[in-house]
Every structure is written in C-alpha cells, then in structure tokens.
C-alpha cells in the first residue's frame, strides 16, 4: 500500500496552483487543515475572518472530495494533531506552504519542525508568495520576485488517493469565546466571498471591464468599492493564486499592446488601471517580506530608536472615540463606520485612518493596530503591520504621511454623500458644509437640528493644531543619532 502524505492546508484553500498537493499526489493524500484554538483566542482575530474561511473550508472539501479526497478537519493544537494522525497512518511526508504570518504561527511551526525531526517525517515547504525566507537583505529581490510570478501555474490535481481518515465536522466557531469577544461581528456585513470559484470570477470580471476606472476611482470611497478589484481577501487566505492574478494580468497588458485587448463594448482596456493595478501586486509581496525577514516587527519598530516614541497606552477615550467613529471628524468617522459594517474600506482611507490614530490622536500603532486587523476581511499580517508602522512615521525611511482628515473629506467626498450616508447625525447639513460642522453659526445648526456636543461630536483634537505638533515631534525624534543610524540599517535590509 502508498504511503500517506499529509498536506496541511493553512493560507492556500484552493487546488489549482498548488504545488504542495500536486507534490503528495503521488501518493495517499490526507489533506488537512487545523482549526487552532490559540490563533483564534489572538487580539487580531475576530468572527469575520472565521465567516471568510469557513465558507472557503466548506468549498474547498468538496472540491477534493469530487477528486477522492475530502478535506480532513480537525481542531486543536498542532503538533497534538499530527502527533495524533501519525499514529493512526505513519506518514512519512508533510506537504505546505511557506506560511509569513504573525508571532504566533512563526512559533507553531518551529514547534511542528521540532515535531517532524523527532518523527523523522520529511516537510516539505512550497513558496506561496514572493517572500524568500532567510535574505539578510533585498539584494536581487524584485528579479527573484519576477522569476518566480513568470513560472508555469502548477496544475489542479485530476484525482487523488483517499485514506479513509474521518473527515470530521468544519466547526461553526473556532473557540466558543469567539462570538462573543467582539460583539460587533454579529452586526458586520462583508460583500466578500473568498470562496474559489467567487475569488476566479471576481478576477475575470474585473479583467473584463468592471476595473477600467480603477486608476481614476481606487482612492475614494465613494467608488472604490466597485472599482477596486476586492481580491484582497481571498488572497489572503489563499482561495486564488497570486501568480494567478499576476499571470491573468499580464496577460490582458500583453493583449493592449498588441492590439487585441477590447472589452465587449470594442473599447481598449485603459492601460493605466492595468498598470496601476499590476503594481499594488508586487507590493503585496514588498510587504510582505518584510515581517518574514525580520518577525520583530509584530511589536518592535522598524527604526527601533522609535520603540517608546509615543507613550502607551495612549489616551483610552481619544482610542475609544475613534474606534466607534466618534472623532467629531465627519469623513473619519464615516470611514471607520464603513469599515466596520463592509469589513473592507479602500486604502487610502485605511491610510488615512491610521494616520488620524498616530499624528492627530498620537497613539502608538501597536495599541490601535489590533483593533483595525479584525476589522479588516482581509487581514494580511505582513502587509498590515508593515503599513501601520509607515503610515505612523516610525520606519524611519518613507515620507511622513499626515493626511489631513478634513481635505481629505473635501477631496474624496466633495459632496458629502458619503459622510451623510454613514454619518446620519450630520445629514441635514447640505453640500461640503458636512465636512466641517463646527464651522456654522449656532443659528445655521439649530435650523437643521444639530447641537454638537450632543446629537455629534465637536472634534475631540484641533486636527490642524495636532498636525503640526506630530510633525514636531517625529522631526525631532528622527534627527537624534540613534535614529539615523537606525533608519540607515532599515533602508539596507528593507529599502
């Protein structure tokens, strides 16, 4: 009889550009995935990333299951479940992807690599991302990157070999405290379905037509839910191929320039919405990298000379006040009242919420970050915790990014449909007015019935006034001698 070879699903639930289960096919395939309790017990966890996997989890069993083998689910440690399947078929091979994720999962596979030593089991680990693990530096990164994103997708396997395992229940719920840790799950609606088969049409329609404004529509959020392509949640559990999207992509770009890439209407795809789109795919994995190269930065800062810049924790109502969308900040409050209720905001407004958090509200990144990661649908740990240190000023090597809250408003808002939609307290107010309430005479607001400091807000910061003080005191910071010599080591290991 073959022997058993296990494939452990964690971030890749799909079969189509999977070498990590092409690998094993050539023999009995236990393909599993592991329901951790202690992932999901994380402050970065929340329901709706549970609802995105699940229905990813449900697909993904009966895909395999059509091809001889369903998914096999099991719930508990990891290292006790393979331990505990070892015993059952002594598999000799584990089959997975490099996995680039938080503290947490870094430590559950130097436990699962201990595991494999003493059982003299073989892993084997296939690259997902453009991430490499073990580059001191970027140093050849982007060709590395662009060789890897041009080889051949590796076929959907056509029939595997079962084991008979029990495939067990998908849980409902990964802990029983889940549900409850975060109320506010039970009211959040997402539009994302990270299933497969959703995640390949999304890419073909976006590629047929529905991203041709992307470049023009991506940074406000009165358009960018219908403009963005969405693939950033099922990319961030895997359900589609990044080499995937690249290689689709590509494939659209080659057909503009060579004449043939029409939509149905006969109009040429503009070539700028590819361009701008193919670019934000290479930063997934720019980001990405740099947590797989240096793990620290889950609670360190980039420019280390940066780590007690502002003091924690910072103010619990300033916090609290812009957590519920109550800044008395119209167009923030309306964008984190979107988020929550989508689960998915555009990221210039992601940008500009952290920045709100960090400059106007001077909070650190690692008490607000938390919050924002089970907001997000498509929680990326690399990305996330890259961007929230760059948009917080404390990489040490990009440009500070103090957007200011207000022009924002105004720039991507101009009417103030948004903000009225999300922030129906204000809606009496007409036109770009909305956008600054607490600059109308006491008789304009009485007429429209609006008492601020009741019915909304007054801003809990002069944001101006804010502004110019974290500008002053990151300039400060940045100039001392630790923090130079810090942002130069930053630059040569991830500039």
């Given at each position: 009889m073959q022997p058993v070879h296990v494939v452990w699903f964690k971030r890749d639930l799909r079969i189509e550009d999977h070498a990590p289960l092409a690998a094993a096919a050539r023999g009995r395939v236990l393909p599993l995935y592991l329901v951790e309790p202690g992932l999901w017990q994380l402050d970065d966890a929340d329901g709706l990333h549970w609802r995105r996997l699940r229905g990813a989890l449900v697909e993904l069993r009966a895909t395999l299951a059509e091809r001889g083998a369903p998914l096999v689910v099991r719930t508990g440690d990891a290292v006790e479940v393979l331990e505990a399947l070892w015993q059952q078929t002594r598999f000799p091979a584990l089959h997975s992807h490099q996995?680039?994720?938080?503290?947490?999962?870094?430590?559950?596979?130097?436990?699962?690599?201990?595991?494999?030593?003493?059982?003299?089991?073989?892993?084997?680990?296939?690259?997902?991302?453009?991430?490499?693990?073990?580059?001191p530096d970027r140093e050849g990164w982007s060709r590395r990157w662009e060789h890897l994103m041009a080889r051949p997708r590796t076929p959907a396997v056509a029939a595997l070999q079962a084991t008979g395992v029990d495939p067990g229940p998908i849980p409902e719920w990964p802990t029983p405290q889940l549900r409850d840790l975060h109320p506010a799950v039970e009211r959040r609606v997402t539009t994302a379905d990270c299933g497969a088969t959703a995640a390949h049409a999304g890419l073909e329609a976006f590629l047929g037509g529905r991203g041709r404004r992307y470049h023009l529509e991506m940074s406000s959020p009165l358009t960018a839910f219908e403009a963005c392509s969405r693939l950033s949640a099922p990319l961030s559990i895997g359900s589609l191929s990044l080499r995937h999207v690249v290689q689709r992509t590509r494939a659209v770009q080659r057909a503009l320039k060579?004449?043939?890439?029409?939509?149905?209407?006969?109009?040429?795809?503009?070539?700028?919405?590819?361009?701008?789109?193919a670019s934000r795919l290479h930063w997934h994995c720019h980001f990405m990298q740099k947590l797989e190269s240096e793990p620290e930065l889950e609670w360190r800062c980039f420019n280390r000379a940066l780590d007690d810049?502002?003091?924690?924790?910072?103010?619990?109502?300033?916090?609290?006040?812009?957590?519920?969308?109550?800044?008395?900040?119209?167009?923030?409050?309306?964008?984190?009242?979107?988020?929550?209720?989508?689960?998915?905001?555009?990221?210039?407004?992601?940008a500009m919420l952290v920045a709100v958090a960090a400059y106007h509200l001077w909070l650190d990144w690692r008490d607000f970050g938390p919050f924002l990661a089970r907001q997000f649908v498509d929680y990326e740990p690399g990305i996330h915790i890259s961007q929230l240190q760059m948009q917080s000023g404390v990489t040490g090597i990009n440009t500070l990014r103090i957007y200011n809250p207000v022009k924002q408003g105004h720039d991507q808002d101009p009417e103030g449909d948004f903000v009225r939609r999300w922030v129906p307290e204000l809606a009496a107010i007409p036109g770009p007015a909305i956008h600054?309430?607490?600059?109308?005479?006491?008789?304009?607001?009485?007429?429209?019935?609006?008492?601020?400091?009741?019915?909304?807000?007054?801003?809990?910061?002069?944001?101006?006034?804010?502004?110019?003080?974290?500008?002053?005191?990151?300039?400060?910071?940045?100039?001392?001698?630790?923090?130079?010599?810090?942002?130069?080591?930053?630059?040569?290991?991830?500039?």
């Open positions: 996995e680039t994720g938080n503290g947490w999962t870094f430590a559950r596979d130097r436990a699962v690599q201990h595991w494999c030593r003493s059982r003299g089991v073989h892993w084997e680990e296939s690259l997902q991302f453009g991430v490499f693990r073990g580059t060579n004449g043939t890439g029409q939509l149905d209407d006969g109009t040429p795809f503009p070539r700028r919405a590819l361009s701008a789109f810049l502002r003091e924690r924790p910072g103010s619990e109502p300033l916090l609290l006040a812009w957590q519920q969308g109550r800044t008395g900040l119209p167009f923030v409050d309306a964008c984190m009242r979107a988020l929550q209720h989508h689960g998915w905001i555009n990221f210039r407004m992601r600054e309430p607490w600059t109308l005479s006491p008789g304009d607001l009485d007429g429209v019935g609006i008492v601020l400091g009741r019915s909304y807000p007054l801003p809990v910061v002069d944001h101006l006034a804010a502004a110019r003080d974290a500008r002053r005191r990151l300039g400060q910071a940045l100039a001392s001698p630790a923090a130079r010599s810090e942002s130069a080591r930053v630059l040569r290991e991830h500039g």
